[in-house]
């Protein structure tokens, strides 16, 4: 078998997304997500410009060579941009090889090791009374696990609030929206927002909250020691992780679970994370961890440290992401949760798919490959649209984290 062609498709059905298409000379073919969200045509070049014409008459089942092939021979190592599109032709040609097969890609991958794949949804509210009726909405809709986000009282917007409810988009304008931060205020309220919940909803759904990269290690140890008495599913993302040894801080303070990685794009990244048990859940996902291929390394890595996966599972992540996602966690023997925003009745309808939502739980079906397509006539209707994430500066104005 060789691969014949490959092309680059670029759709905005309401955000952008990248999709990579592998033909095989024998009528095969694979898709991969290679949506990096704000950038996106930068990996859309890498792939066209620099990749496509390397894949042309290579074996499509030398899976993991290829792998090798674009990461060691590019001499450049790692980054989102690279490793998004690795991961697209990674995400592809398992789902050539799956197709091929007859299988869905989780048979391939050593099969089921669980029934369904638990996710958690994304609730938030302008301020504690809004958060705890959106919860009480998709524990309606059966979720056993949330997100809640809240408004911070001072801070005229915050990350992780929206006015839709449902279909929350984080890229929200043509230039970078600029928002305003404050971590005291922040740590004031949160712990109060979890208390209201566990009033309201008790210990039998997990809450989860996510912290966006905004605090410095101790403030991340007061926030996991203040939200102790809410036994949360986890703490995301409290501080940024260039400093994986800062974590050792938070560690010693609190029990909180704590989960971080949805940027992350390579082992190195949280290797000392896993192997000093800093953390309780990788969230490194398909598309921005160098594909199937990676991510299973990552997540082996940390099966043997009693890290489970929760990989990352936002709006600007495909549904093709999603499927082969939703493979892998189906596989993962260390599955913890997957993160699950639905996407628009624009975007379903752009991206056919065989996964399926059902009391808490998602199903990747069984379609063989990883069970996503695209109506590539529909996606030709709704054109690149340039947006951005929005940005987060101190109240005095100095540019910070997020
Ligand atoms: O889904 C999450 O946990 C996020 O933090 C969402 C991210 O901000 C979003 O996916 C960025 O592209
Ligand atoms: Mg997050």
Redesign the pocket.
């Known amino acids: 078998m060789k691969i014949r062609s490959a092309k680059v498709i670029v759709t905005c059905p309401g955000r952008n997304f990248v999709t990579l298409k592998i033909e095989t000379d024998e009528g095969l073919t694979g898709l991969g997500d290679a949506t990096l969200?704000g950038r996106e045509l930068a990996v859309a070049s890498y792939l066209t410009d620099h990749v496509i014409p390397c894949l042309i008459g290579r074996d499509p089942q030398q899976v993991e060579d290829i792998w090798q092939y674009l990461y060691r021979g590019a001499y450049w190592r790692g980054g989102p941009v690279t490793m998004s599109a690795i991961a697209a032709v990674d995400t592809a040609l398992w789902d050539i090889k799956a197709k091929a097969a007859g299988m869905p890609l989780y048979q391939l991958l050593g099969g089921k090791s669980r029934n369904g794949v638990m996710v958690y949804g994304h609730a938030n509210g302008a301020d504690i009374s809004e958060t705890v009726d959106e919860v009480a909405k998709f524990l309606d809709l059966g979720y056993k696990a949330v997100r809640a986000q809240c408004g911070i009282p001072g801070l005229p917007s915050t990350y992780?609030v929206s006015k839709d409810k449902m279909f929350y988009e984080?890229?929200d304008a043509d230039l970078p929206t600029e928002n305003l931060w404050s971590s005291e205020k922040y740590l004031d309220h949160v712990p109060q927002l979890f208390e209201r919940l566990r009033d309201k909803f008790g210990f039998g759904p997990h809450l989860l909250h996510?912290a966006?990269h905004r605090l410095t290690p101790i403030e991340a140890a007061r926030l996991g020691k203040s939200l102790e008495p809410y036994r949360l599913f986890w703490m995301?993302?409290v501080v940024p992780a260039e400093n994986q040894a800062a974590f050792r801080t938070i560690r010693q303070h609190t029990v909180t679970p704590i989960a971080i990685g949805?940027i992350f794009n390579t082992l190195w990244q949280c290797q000392t994370l896993i192997e000093e048990g800093l953390i309780d859940y990788i969230r490194a996902t398909v598309v921005h961890a160098g594909g199937i291929t990676h991510l299973r390394r990552i997540a082996t890595l940390a099966d043997i440290h009693h890290v489970r996966t929760g990989c990352?599972?936002?709006t600007?992540?495909s549904p093709v992401c999603m499927g082969a996602a939703l493979h892998f966690d189906t596989w993962v023997p260390n599955f913890g949760i997957q993160?699950y925003?639905t996407h628009t009745p624009e975007t379903d309808a752009v991206f056919p798919h065989s996964y399926w939502f059902e009391d808490g739980y998602l199903h990747p079906g069984d379609t063989p490959g990883h069970g996503v397509d695209i109506d590539e006539e529909l996606a030709a209707k709704y054109p690149y649209s340039r947006a951005y994430?929005p940005m987060n500066r101190l109240q005095d104005g100095t540019m910070y984290n997020w």
């Open positions: 969200n992780g984080p890229a996510d966006h995301e993302d949805e990352h599972g936002a600007d992540l993160e925003m994430l």
